[in-house]
C-alpha cells in the first residue's frame, strides 16, 4: 500500500478532477492528439486513447487512496466514493474497482470488452 501525505492526495484529487473527461464517466467520445494516441472501441462503442484510460485508472486509484485518508479504510464500492465527493459518478465503463474489508489493497481491472480491455 502506498503512503501518501493528505495535502498531496487532495491535490492530485483536484486536479485529476480537473482534467478528467466526461468518457472517464462513460459520456462523449475522446480524440486522440497526434498519432501517438491509439483509440480502443472494443465492447462498449466508447472510444477511449491509451492516455484517456491512463487517466482514468488514476483517477480511481487517487479517489480511492483520498477515501483512505479519509476514512481509515478503503471504500468498497464506488457508491461510497461518490458520497464523499472524490467521484463524480459510480458508473464506470472502462474499470472495475473492488476491495474486501480486511484486504491489505484494492484491486482495479479493466473492465471485459469495455474501452480500456
Do not use: K
Amino acid at each position: 500500500m502506498r503512503r501518501r501525505n493528505v495535502v498531496e492526495v487532495f491535490a492530485a484529487v483536484v486536479l485529476l478532477g480537473a482534467c478528467s473527461t466526461t468518457t472517464e464517466l462513460g459520456g462523449g467520445a475522446t480524440t486522440p492528439i497526434g498519432d501517438s494516441a491509439p483509440v480502443t472501441t472494443q465492447g462498449s462503442g466508447l472510444p477511449m486513447s491509451a492516455e484517456a484510460c491512463a487517466l482514468s485508472h488514476d483517477t480511481l486509484e487517487v479517489a480511492a487512496d483520498a477515501y483512505m485518508a479519509m476514512n481509515g479504510e478503503y471504500a468498497e464500492t464506488l457508491q461510497q466514493m461518490v458520497d464523499a465527493s472524490l467521484l463524480m459518478t459510480a458508473t464506470n465503463l472502462a474499470w472495475a474497482y473492488t476491495y474486501t474489508p480486511g484486504d491489505r489493497d484494492y484491486v482495479i481491472t479493466a473492465v471485459v470488452g469495455g474501452p480500456c480491455d
